[in-house]
């Protein structure tokens, strides 16, 4: 394992370890490129991952934040603190964008209220790395690997979708091994993907990209690093980046080229806390959009009431989905698409507290004595960018370093609601075409797909980066996660991610060796 | 107090003095009674006798399960009682929540304290005090502590941790039975 110097200005510095950054550090130790990774949580093994709910605290990241709008103004997203990111907590759905989605200002036009954009790049330009993606983490459905078998919750959406007249479902494209690849087992149905996969069937960063990038020589991973602030030269080039370690104690650790991949809210956190005499504003952020943009995706879900038992927290979580309505088809009544993709209720005391938040009473209570027999499904669709919703520095608290903590505002556009409201009530005919006796439909959880807060856009007028990730106003500095997303596409964003990160690590292997930055 | 409100009160009456070998036999949505011990709470260190009560009877109408025994909802509120002695602004919140609860129920359910009102009574207390920090404070300990305990699982049928099984691959994942042939 390598060990670089503070001063060793020749490393890329990587901060964070998760699906983009991850991905884009082994990719680049592969190619000889000297690595530092910056992770502000703890590095966990297989044998800390466990089947339960003390799994929470263990991996999510808990640092105070704010929300406000529709978001919970405590927790207003759930996503990761621990090396791998938020790649251990994924339900690992792996789908590919649909062309149109990367035209989506062309595709569905002016939507008011609306700060819609077409992608710099195209689906041809990605599909290559599409396909290098679905190989290096064993999509279920590609490489001529089988699908997972159905679990009972995916039988009951199958049976549900074939009654109401889709066509287009099956147990999804999952980066879950369905055999025995790349020296990880094949998936037991254990049926806590979410809370981490104790067997390590499941694709996390933490235990493929990062041991093989430390196996290179040239990559150096540092956990319990919490990035503070990036630095400049007067040139306007970034030089390095601050610290804390474990202990609170800070470091500059050089740099020559630096990837901000923290996720869509510590991203763009950071780069407005870097704000200088130079770049008063914040870093890259000439054109007013870091921190804008944000999108949760549309979501919400549903619980239905079966006649008969479906025990859903038995096998994979997310391995069944009807992709139907992921089409665009403006008679609906909404711009965009969404995908229909199974979820489980998470157990006891999940499904009274998930199925109708702050439910009780005596008809609510027979309700969850009939949990043996809850179905569940997870709406995921494409919510339309708004400038309002974004990513600020909280006026009023700080974290332990002294660091404005980020406040996260999200409302809900007119379009998203129509989606939802849509989407709920096909939900509930597929769950009533079965004999369901009730069907809970309920709004998003706290965000686990956080996107679009540093976007690319072709013109650096209206985002940050272009499509490379590369920003606009500085040469040498990458947004590397999802924050870059032009727009949220209705699937699932980590294979995206990843195949977005696997083409940046080739690109800056290229201006490297070019000596463009 | 409509008549319905005494009507309800008398017939929760006759059901309570049929005695918990009555209450047994017809436990919620067929499920066996899960053997517990009637609650006391005379042992608690912040709250009193009468504060116990109260908060037993207010976790018991938040998740009315017939088939659990006293001592589960007891369990609860021995959590916020221990809670509340450690935390002074927790055990002010408490107080002033259970006054409230008995005022409420002293002043439209004839004088009665809101352990000896009916579940209709009793529910129509709750809604009152729905959205205060108190109802907030009960509501997570109730949740929690009822669905968080290994014996209602197995009645509900949640199955725990799955990993030191080898998971469900051969444990009836997809055993369903009911679903129409595809």
Same mark, same amino acid.
């Given at each position: 394992?390598?060990?670089?110097?503070?001063?060793?200005?020749?490393?890329?510095?990587?901060?964070?370890?998760?699906?983009?950054?991850? /991905?884009?550090?082994?990719?680049?130790?592969?190619?000889?490129?000297?690595?530092?990774?910056?992770?502000?949580?703890?590095?966990?093994?297989?044998?800390?991952?466990?089947?339960?709910?003390?799994?929470?605290?263990?991996?999510?990241?808990?640092?105070?934040?704010?929300?406000?709008?529709?978001?919970?103004?405590?927790?207003?997203?759930?996503?990761?603190?621990?090396?791998?990111?938020?790649?251990?907590?994924?339900?690992?759905?792996?789908?590919?964008?649909?062309?149109?989605?990367?035209?989506?200002?062309?595709?569905?036009?002016?939507?008011?209220?609306? $700060?819609?954009?077409?992608?710099?790049?195209?689906?041809?330009?990605?599909?290559?790395?599409?396909?290098?993606?679905?190989?290096?983490?064993?999509?279920?459905?590609?490489?001529?690997?089988?699908?997972? &078998?159905?679990?009972?919750?995916?039988?009951?959406?199958?049976?549900?979708?074939?009654?109401?007249?889709?066509?287009?479902?099956? /147990?999804?494209?999952?980066?879950?091994?369905?055999?025995?690849?790349?020296?990880?087992?094949?998936? *037991?149905?254990?049926?806590?993907?979410?809370?981490?996969?104790?067997?390590?069937?499941?694709?996390?960063?933490?235990?493929?990209?990062?041991?093989?990038?430390?196996?290179?020589?040239?990559?150096?991973?540092?956990?319990?690093?919490?990035?503070?602030?990036?630095?400049?030269?007067?040139?306007?080039?970034?030089?390095?980046?601050?610290?804390?370690?474990?202990?609170?104690?800070?470091? %500059?650790?050089?740099?020559?080229?630096?990837?901000?991949?923290?996720?869509?809210?510590?991203?763009?956190?950071?780069?407005?806390?870097?704000?200088?005499?130079?770049?008063?504003?914040?870093?890259?952020?000439?054109?007013?959009?870091?921190?804008?943009?944000?999108? &949760?995706?549309?979501?919400?879900?549903?619980?239905?009431?079966?006649?008969?038992?479906?025990?859903?927290?038995?096998?994979?979580?997310?391995?069944?989905?009807?992709?139907?309505?992921?089409?665009?088809?403006?008679? *609906?009544?909404?711009?965009?698409?969404?995908?229909?993709?199974?979820?489980?209720?998470?157990?006891?005391?999940?499904?009274?507290?998930?199925?109708?938040?702050?439910?009780?009473?005596?008809?609510?209570?027979?309700?969850?004595?009939?949990?043996?027999?809850?179905?569940?499904?997870?709406?995921?669709?494409?919510?339309?960018?708004?400038?309002?919703?974004?990513?600020?520095?909280?006026?009023?608290?700080?974290? *332990?370093?002294?660091?404005?903590?980020?406040?996260?505002?999200?409302?809900?556009?007119?379009?998203?609601?129509?989606? *939802?409201?849509?989407?709920?009530?096909?939900?509930?005919?597929?769950?009533?075409?079965?004999?369901?006796?009730?069907?809970?439909?309920?709004?998003?959880?706290?965000?686990?797909? $956080?996107?679009?807060?540093?976007?690319?856009?072709?013109?650096?007028?209206?985002?940050?980066?272009?499509?490379?990730?590369?920003?606009?106003?500085?040469?040498?500095?990458?947004?590397?996660?999802?924050?870059?997303?032009?727009?949220?596409?209705? %699937?699932?964003?980590?294979?995206?991610?990843?195949?977005?990160?696997?083409?940046?690590?080739?690109?800056?292997?290229? %201006?490297?060796?070019?000596?463009?930055? | 107090?409509?008549?319905?409100?005494?009507?309800?009160?008398?017939?929760?009456?006759?059901?309570?003095?049929?005695?918990?070998?009555?209450?047994?036999?017809?436990?919620?949505?067929?499920?066996?009674?899960?053997?517990?011990?009637?609650?006391?709470?005379?042992?608690?260190?912040?709250?009193?006798?009468?504060?116990?009560?109260?908060?037993?009877?207010?976790?018991?109408?938040?998740?009315?399960?017939?088939?659990?025994?006293?001592?589960?909802?007891?369990?609860?509120?021995?959590?916020?009682?221990?809670?509340?002695?450690?935390?002074?602004?927790?055990?002010?919140?408490?107080?002033?929540?259970?006054?409230?609860?008995?005022?409420?129920?002293?002043?439209?359910?004839?004088?009665?304290?809101?352990?000896?009102?009916?579940?209709?009574?009793?529910?129509?207390?709750?809604?009152?005090?729905?959205? /205060?920090?108190?109802?907030?404070?009960?509501?997570? %300990?109730?949740?929690?502590?009822?669905?968080?305990?290994?014996?209602?699982?197995?009645?509900?049928?949640?199955?725990?941790?799955?990993?030191?099984?080898?998971?469900?691959?051969?444990?009836?994942?997809?055993?369903?039975?009911?679903?129409?042939?595809?």
């Amino acid at each position: 394992m390598a060990q670089f110097d503070l001063n060793d200005d020749s490393v890329v510095v990587i901060i964070g370890s998760g699906a983009g950054g991850g /991905t884009l550090g082994n990719e680049l130790a592969q190619k000889g490129v000297k690595v530092v990774c910056l992770e502000a949580g703890k590095r966990l093994t297989l044998a800390d991952i466990t089947n339960g709910g003390e799994m929470f605290a263990k991996i999510s990241w808990l640092d105070p934040r704010e929300g406000s709008g529709d978001l919970d103004p405590n927790f207003p997203a759930w996503i990761c603190k621990t090396v791998g990111g938020t790649t251990v907590h994924w339900a690992a759905a792996s789908l590919r964008f649909q062309p149109h989605e990367f035209k989506a200002l062309t595709t569905y036009g002016r939507v008011q209220g609306a $700060n819609l954009d077409d992608w710099p790049i195209s689906y041809e330009d990605l599909a290559p790395y599409y396909d290098l993606a679905e190989d290096k983490m064993g999509v279920t459905g590609t490489n001529g690997i089988p699908r997972l &078998p159905g679990n009972n919750n995916y039988h009951v959406l199958a049976a549900g979708a074939k009654k109401v007249g889709y066509t287009d479902y099956h /147990t999804g494209n999952m980066a879950i091994n369905s055999r025995v690849r790349d020296g990880r087992p094949a998936c *037991r149905q254990l049926g806590f993907c979410m809370s981490g996969c104790a067997i390590g069937a499941k694709w996390s960063t933490l235990y493929t990209e990062v041991p093989k990038a430390e196996a290179t020589g040239n990559y150096e991973l540092r956990p319990e690093s919490m990035v503070i602030r990036i630095n400049h030269d007067a040139s306007g080039k970034v030089t390095g980046v601050v610290y804390a370690d474990a202990d609170g104690v800070m470091h %500059e650790q050089k740099a020559r080229v630096v990837c901000v991949a923290g996720n869509s809210i510590e991203s763009p956190r950071l780069l407005l806390n870097s704000a200088s005499s130079m770049y008063p504003d914040g870093l890259a952020n000439s054109s007013g959009q870091v921190g804008r943009n944000y999108m &949760p995706h549309l979501t919400g879900a549903v619980y239905a009431v079966m006649p008969g038992e479906v025990n859903l927290h038995r096998g994979t979580q997310m391995a069944g989905i009807i992709r139907d309505e992921s089409r665009y088809d403006a008679k *609906r009544g909404f711009a965009a698409g969404y995908e229909l993709e199974t979820l489980p209720a998470f157990g006891l005391p999940g499904y009274p507290a998930y199925a109708k938040p702050g439910g009780w009473g005596r008809e609510y209570a027979r309700d969850i004595e009939a949990y043996r027999n809850v179905a569940g499904l997870w709406i995921v669709g494409e919510d339309m960018p708004q400038e309002i919703n974004r990513v600020t520095l909280s006026s009023k608290q700080k974290d *332990r370093f002294g660091m404005p903590v980020a406040h996260v505002h999200k409302q809900d556009h007119p379009n998203d609601k129509a989606m *939802r409201e849509h989407a709920w009530k096909q939900s509930t005919a597929l769950y009533e075409s079965l004999g369901a006796r009730k069907v809970y439909t309920r709004m998003p959880f706290s965000s686990t797909h $956080n996107l679009g807060t540093n976007r690319q856009s072709s013109d650096a007028s209206s985002g940050v980066c272009n499509g490379f990730g590369q920003t606009h106003d500085i040469a040498n500095l990458f947004i590397s996660d999802g924050s870059q997303f032009t727009t949220s596409a209705a %699937e699932n964003p980590t294979l995206t991610i990843v195949a977005l990160a696997i083409r940046q690590a080739e690109y800056i292997a290229g %201006e490297m060796s070019r000596r463009s930055i | 107090m409509s008549n319905e409100d005494l009507e309800l009160r008398r017939r929760e009456f006759l059901k309570i003095a049929g005695g918990s070998a009555f209450m047994s036999l017809v436990a919620g949505a067929g499920f066996t009674a899960l053997p517990g011990t009637a609650w006391s709470a005379h042992h608690l260190k912040a709250l009193s006798e009468d504060e116990g009560k109260t908060l037993l009877a207010f976790a018991r109408t938040l998740f009315p399960h017939d088939f659990l025994a006293d001592s589960y909802y007891g369990n609860v509120v021995n959590a916020v009682d221990e809670k509340a002695a450690a935390d002074a602004a927790l055990r002010q919140q408490i107080t002033e929540g259970v006054a409230r609860v008995e005022r409420l129920s002293k002043k439209n359910f004839g004088d009665q304290s809101f352990h000896q009102l009916g579940e209709k009574a009793r529910t129509r207390v709750v809604k009152t005090v729905e959205g /205060t920090p108190f109802f907030s404070t009960m509501y997570g %300990e109730t949740l929690g502590g009822i669905y968080g305990h290994p014996d209602v699982w197995k009645v509900l049928g949640f199955e725990g941790s799955s990993v030191e099984h080898g998971g469900y691959l051969e444990r009836g994942f997809d055993d369903i039975s009911w679903l129409p042939k595809e």
